[in-house]
């Protein structure tokens, strides 16, 4: 057995125990977060870091015109939480009569379309009670058509230099352990490893070998998984990336190591810094090729008032 594995369950009984009584954190008040870098009207967040700079700094980064996808086939055999779904139903429409008789399919999708798959949180996902980034109110701003402030419509294209951290690969395994929580030294190691350094604007992929459970084994897949904690996504957040991703369901670990907290990397990030999360990656070609910097392409899906978007997105290297 690794030593790295055999080590995380002794250190996970100690962590629990040495959990004080207070959470181990808590999401700023208001008027420690808002207004935004920004400005008070701001709903773009971290995508004002998209810029002609970002694209053309990813294209230097294409040297050999290989496309990696990093997104995973949308199909009923997905991981699903609760009572979310994907179904596709076939419409065989009809035989059009003229002499070429050209035949016509469509479909219907049901699915929450913005939480399944390989998917891209937008803002409008996550509160800290009714506020959202930028101190946006929910109760204010929610229709039944979508949320009238920060849908993922306003989100628009990413090119921008993608870097790939391979904490898996750092740790010598293929997948990391369930539940154990990435600290900033790993990021560093392993990024020191690579010899890849962070610079503003990047997409941020932290791969933890968990996509391996995609579509073969759903029920450890959603149980729980590996993933940051809030120490190393404020770490990573300093570093004023576009996004953060990750191939797990939350980018973070999850439970998180302080029971009083359910998943607060998704407010670290959402909320109180404007960054986003892309979720359910497909990372495991990326790794393999040892592929840690090249251009990052993803647009999402224009979802007047979404609170996020199944996306597709590319490595070009």
Request: charged share 20%.
């Amino acid at each position: 057995m690794n030593a790295f594995v055999a080590a995380i369950g002794g250190s996970l009984l100690l962590a629990n125990a040495a959990l004080a009584q207070a959470p181990t954190w808590s999401p700023p008040p208001e008027n420690q977060r808002c207004p935004s870098r920004w400005g008070p009207n701001d709903e773009r967040g971290s995508m004002n870091r998209q810029n002609p700079a970002a694209v053309m700094n990813a294209a230097k980064l294409i040297k050999t015109g290989e496309v990696i996808e990093l997104g995973h086939v949308l199909s009923e055999k997905m991981p699903f939480f609760g009572t979310r779904r994907f179904d596709v139903h076939i419409k065989r429409t009809f035989m059009n009569q003229p002499s070429n008789r050209r035949g016509s399919n469509e479909e219907i999708v049901i699915s929450e379309i913005g939480q399944v798959g390989t998917q891209f949180d937008g803002f409008a996902h996550q509160t800290h009670e009714n506020s959202w980034y930028n101190c946006f109110k929910v109760d204010e701003n929610s229709t039944r058509g979508g949320f009238l402030k920060l849908g993922v419509h306003n989100v628009g294209a990413i090119v921008t230099r993608g870097v790939l951290i391979d904490v898996a690969g750092l740790k010598g395994v293929d997948t990391l352990p369930d539940t154990y929580e990435i600290t900033v030294q790993d990021l560093e190691d392993a990024l020191k490893k690579q010899n890849t350094t962070l610079q503003p604007g990047d997409a941020v992929i932290i791969n933890t070998g968990w996509n391996k459970l995609w579509a073969k084994d759903n029920a450890r897949y959603v149980k729980s998984c590996p993933g940051i904690g809030v120490k190393a996504a404020e770490w990573l957040i300093a570093k004023e990336p576009i996004l953060l991703g990750s191939d797990n369901w939350p980018v973070e670990v999850s439970p998180n190591p302080d029971p009083q907290l359910s998943l607060p990397v998704h407010q670290v990030a959402l909320v109180v810094n404007g960054v986003h999360l892309l979720e359910n990656m497909k990372l495991d070609e990326l790794a393999q090729k040892q592929v840690y910097e090249f251009a990052f392409v993803m647009q999402p899906l224009k979802i007047q008032g979404g609170s996020g978007s199944t996306v597709a997105p590319i490595a070009i290297r």
